[in-house]
Antibody, heavy 118, light 107 residues
């Protein structure tokens, strides 16, 4: 089955660090652009980070210098290392696959909730 | 960054009626626009890419149109499972950006 399963969320103090994981099955993360998208409670969607099939990465200005996206091809898993967490980083974090032929996010995980306490 | 503005914020519609949702970009995004549906407690689901190409498994009652800065999502005859929040997203220019969403609820 083609799916994404996130893990690693939880309650963390302001200034702390957390690493999210996204395990993929049914396809290779290395062959696709893979992103993290977050959603604050009751709010809309915000793109966070992307890792391209070639290995390059890009991050939203709001997280640049604090978050790092990476992947482990042998484990077929995507990661988001989050450092210096702030209250405004509180959100459900989704990993998502960008379709090779669509340019849009055609597969999403169920999300993992990160709560930053102040 | 490109600002995506959706209207209305909330649309109250009776089952069987037609719903028309709008999305406007602050500058041209060509046809690099997607629509997503999100139900409470669930992840978003892709409805359309390329502004008007239906994603796999999306019913024909959904249609997408537009290019440049003006886009429309139409649901021809609302079913109970269609009541949800709908987001547009441009992926033409970095960073990709989403609209704030339109909630379609039961009238």
């Amino acid at each position: 089955e083609v799916q994404l399963v996130e893990s690693g969320g939880g309650l963390i103090q302001r200034g702390g660090s957390l690493r999210l994981s996204c395990a993929a099955s049914g396809f290779a993360v290395s062959n696709n652009y893979m992103s993290w998208v977050r959603q604050a409670p009751g709010k809309g969607l915000e793109w966070v980070s992307v890792i391209y099939s070639g290995g390059g990465t890009s991050h939203a200005d709001s997280v640049k210098g604090r978050f790092t996206i990476s992947r482990d091809n042998s484990k077929n898993t995507l990661y988001l290392q989050m450092n210096s967490l702030r209250a405004e980083d509180t959100a459900t974090y989704y990993c998502a696959r960008e379709g090779v032929s669509t340019g849009a996010k055609d597969l999403w995980g169920q999300g993992t909730l990160v709560t930053v306490s102040s | 960054e490109i600002v995506m503005t959706q209207s209305p914020a909330t649309l109250s519609v009776s089952p069987g009626e037609r719903a028309t949702l709008s999305c406007r970009a602050s500058q041209s995004v060509s046809s690099n626009l997607a629509w997503y549906q999100q139900k409470p407690g669930q992840a978003p689901r892709l409805l359309f890419y390329g502004a008007s190409t239906r994603a796999t498994g999306i019913p024909a009652r959904f249609s997408g149109s537009g290019s440049g800065t003006e886009f429309t999502l139409t649901i021809s005859s609302l079913q109970s499972e269609d009541f949800a929040v709908y987001y547009c997203q441009q992926y033409n220019i970095w960073p990709e950006t989403f609209g704030q969403g339109t909630t379609v609820d039961i009238k």
